[in-house]
């Protein structure tokens, strides 16, 4: 969410009980705008909080030219220091679904996971990561599966460029009801013609994104219309905590996820 709108948003959001307090607010606004001046970012956006034993984890997303592969993730526990995570491995990404304990609120913590799937002698079967590395794969994950836009909010220029819509409208009412009208905020895992195939307003400027109506299974995806149809909300099953919301024939929207950065794994079996 756009940390200059973080006031006009307080009333959209309520994610696993948690509010976003005044004192928070402000705290957000005065740290992350330092943080934005200092590394001279086009936007930043507050991407919400990962419990932690210890201390929790707030997470902020830095934009620059490209919106789409210039970002820059940060995370903090005391407001004062963000530290830039570092870019998510993939085999950090497969021991972070692995791990099952809660995060301890140190970054620098070295913790053992066990990958039952290999043989017991092998040497990768247990293997030590940083908590840093594990929040930066968890959160890597997050924004592959369950990260999203409206379409028309994120654009794609003539050079490639990919942008946030400084003229976006909002969806219609009918539009804001279809899972096709929402997109990955990610580098695109499908093929072009894909989207092409499927709509007849196809435009590639606001289309180049995987649509999550194409997601498995179906069902995986919880749209409502709330306070008289004015506003959408979307919950990702497979991450509990993460909510999007858009106000109806605005540009208003927002992205927040707050929870302990655990998949559900067990959602094709309760579809």
Same mark, same amino acid.
């Given at each position: 969410?756009?940390? =200059?709108k %973080? ?5 959209y959001? &309520? ?5 976003l307090?005044?004192?928070l ?13 200092? &590394?001279?970012? #086009? ?9 932690a034993?210890?201390?929790?984890y ?11 592969a ?17 870019k998510a ?14 995060f301890?609120?140190?970054?620098? %913590? ?10 017991e ?10 908590e840093?590395?594990r929040? #930066? ?15 028309g909010?994120i ?11 400084? &003229? ?10 279809l899972?096709?009208?929402? !997109?990955?905020?990610?580098i ?9 195939l ?7 400027s ?13 069902g995986?995806?919880n ?8 506003v ?8 509990p905590?993460?909510?999007?919301? =858009? ?5 208003e929207?927002?992205? !927040? ?7 559900n %794994?067990?959602?094709?079996?309760l579809?």
């Open positions: 969410m756009n940390i =200059h %973080l006031w006009e948003y307080k009333d959001v &309520n994610v696993n009980g948690m509010m307090t005044s004192e607010i402000s705290v957000l606004q005065n740290s992350l705008t330092l943080l934005q001046v200092e &590394n001279h970012f #086009a936007h930043v956006q507050y991407w919400g909080q990962i419990y034993v210890d201390a929790d707030h997470i902020a997303v830095g934009l620059s030219k490209d919106a789409l210039d970002r820059k993730y940060y995370y903090t526990t005391d407001f004062k220091f963000w530290g830039l995570l570092p491995k993939k085999k950090y990404k497969h021991l972070s679904i692995l791990a099952t304990y809660p301890r609120g140190d970054p620098a %913590l070295k913790i053992k996971v066990l990958d039952e799937a290999v043989e002698n092998h040497p990768d079967r247990c293997s030590i990561m940083k840093e590395s929040l #930066a794969a968890t959160i890597s994950t997050i924004c592959d599966e369950a990260e999203i836009c409206a379409r909010q654009l794609k220029q003539p050079d490639g460029t990919v942008v946030i819509n400084p &003229n976006y409208y909002g969806l219609t009412a009918p539009e804001a009801k899972l096709k009208s929402y !997109l990955h905020f990610r695109p895992q499908h093929r072009w013609n894909t989207n092409l499927t709509r007849q307003d196809y435009n590639y606001m289309d180049f994104l995987d649509s999550i109506d194409q997601d498995i299974p179906s995986c995806w749209l409502s219309l709330e306070r008289n149809g004015s959408a909300y979307l919950k990702s099953l497979y991450w905590g993460m909510m999007y919301f =858009h106000k109806v024939k605005s540009p929207a927002g992205f !927040l996820y707050v929870g302990n950065g655990r998949k %794994l067990d959602v094709p079996f579809l």
